[in-house]
C-alpha cells in the first residue's frame, strides 16, 4: 500500500516536517485572543486559563498515636488515599491603549476530593478498618476590575510662549495621561476591584464514614485480631514472647 499523503522531504529524502501532538501539563495554557496579543501589542482582549483543570493520583499516610500519654488509646493509622483536585479559572483581560482597561474574573476555586481507605490497630490489639470520604466547599466567585485614562494638557505655559504647548515638533494633545486606580492598596490612587458575585453552594465533608470509623476506641467498628487481642488484654497470660512483641511495635513506631 502506498502512503499517498504529501511530505516534506530534504535532498537526502528525510522528513523535514513531523506531527506534534498536544503539550499535557505545561505551567499555564496558551491564551486565547479575540484580537491582538497580550505581552506583545497594545491593544488586545485575551482570555487566560489556569490548568490542570482535573488531576487525580494516591497518597499513604501513616499516623503513629504512641506517646506515653496517648489518648484515649495508643494506636497506629495507616491510609491509602485516593485524590482529585478539580478548579477552574479563567481570566478574560482587554486593553484599548491609552483609553480603557479591564479584567475580568470568573473562578471555581480548587476543590479537594479524597476517598480514605485504611486501619487503625489499638493497643488493646483490635484492627478498625474504615472507608471516608472527604471534601471541600465547593464555591463560586467573579471578581472585576477597570481603570480608565487619567489625563493632563497644559493650557498655557508662561504668557510669552506657545512653542512646544500649541504649536512645534513638541506639542501634544495631552502631555500626561496614566492609567487611573491603578496603584497598591496603600498608594493614594489604590486598585479597586469589584466582586460581583461569591457564593458557597456546598459545605466542606471531613471524614464522613461510608464503612467503619477512625475513633480507635470504637466498640461496634474495631474487631479483635485472633491471638493478638487476648495477648495484649492480658487474658491470654501463656505466650509472653507474642505479647513482649506485640507491645514492642508500639515502642518502635514512637
Known sequence: MVDARK????????????????????ETC??????GKDNTEKTYWCWQ??????RCGW????????????????????????????GLKTTST?????LYYNQWIFEFPDVDWDLNIGFIINDKGQYCPHVMYSR???KIKTTMQQQFMNCAKTIVKNPWQIEG???GKYAKWFEECGRSQAGASNSKDPQVTWTIWEKEWFEAVKDWAWIGSTDPTSVAYCY??????????GTGGSDLVADSSYNNLFATLH
Request: aromatic share 12%.
Open 30 to 35: 496558551e491564551d486565547q485572543c479575540v484580537f
Open 49 to 54: 486559563f489556569k490548568e490542570p483543570i482535573i
Open 224 to 233: 479483635n485480631i485472633p491471638g493478638i487481642s487476648s495477648l495484649a488484654s
Open 136 to 138: 471541600s466547599a465547593i
Open 165 to 167: 504647548v500649541w504649536s
Open 94 to 98: 482587554m486593553d484599548i491603549f491609552r
Open 7 to 26: 511530505q516534506l522531504v530534504g535532498a537526502d529524502e528525510n522528513r523535514l516536517a513531523t506531527v506534534s501532538h498536544p503539550t499535557v501539563t505545561t
Open 59 to 86: 497518597k499513604y499516610k501513616q499516623t503513629a498515636n504512641t506517646d506515653a500519654a496517648a489518648t484515649p488509646l495508643k494506636s497506629f493509622r495507616w491510609d491509602y488515599i485516593l485524590y482529585m483536585k478539580t
